[in-house]
């Protein structure tokens, strides 16, 4: 699958910003989905993932509270929305995927995901 994220930009803190990645093909639906983010001289890292359904999320404990993962799978999209960004949230952030299910003690690692997104700059001005 071919994964196109979108909707970053240079927000002010406390600002919100929703970002969207469009999968390519035709089994979207069966694919996990996540947001990992990597900020300049740091080693990527998780932010949040959601199953197959919808019905079930995962977040980092920095992110819990003010991101929100979904996915509308008429539409081959998932979105993250971010609200209360913080200077720290700064990144780019991906869309990743891997075609089925992730073992719930595996979601976070990276290295699950066998489909990334080219990523999308998030910038928070203090």
């Known amino acids: 699958v071919q994964l196109q994220a979108s909707g970053g930009g240079l927000v002010q803190a406390g600002d919100s910003l929703r970002l969207s990645c469009v999968a390519s093909g035709r089994t979207f639906s069966t694919y996990t989905m996540g947001w990992f983010r990597q900020a300049p001289g740091k080693e990527r890292e998780f932010v949040t993932a959601?199953?197959?359904?919808?019905?079930?999320?995962y977040y980092a404990d920095s992110v819990k509270g003010r991101f929100t993962i979904s996915r509308d799978n008429a539409k081959n999209t998932v979105y993250l929305q971010m609200n209360s960004l913080k200077p720290e949230d700064s990144a780019v952030y991906y869309c990743?995927?891997?075609?089925?299910?992730?073992?719930?003690?595996?979601?976070?690692?990276?290295?699950?995901?066998?489909?990334w997104g080219q990523g999308t700059q998030v910038t928070v001005s203090s």
């Open positions: 990743a995927a891997r075609d089925g299910r992730i073992i719930t003690s595996a979601m976070r690692q990276a290295e699950m995901y066998n489909s």
């Open positions: 959601i199953r197959v359904s919808g019905a079930t999320t």
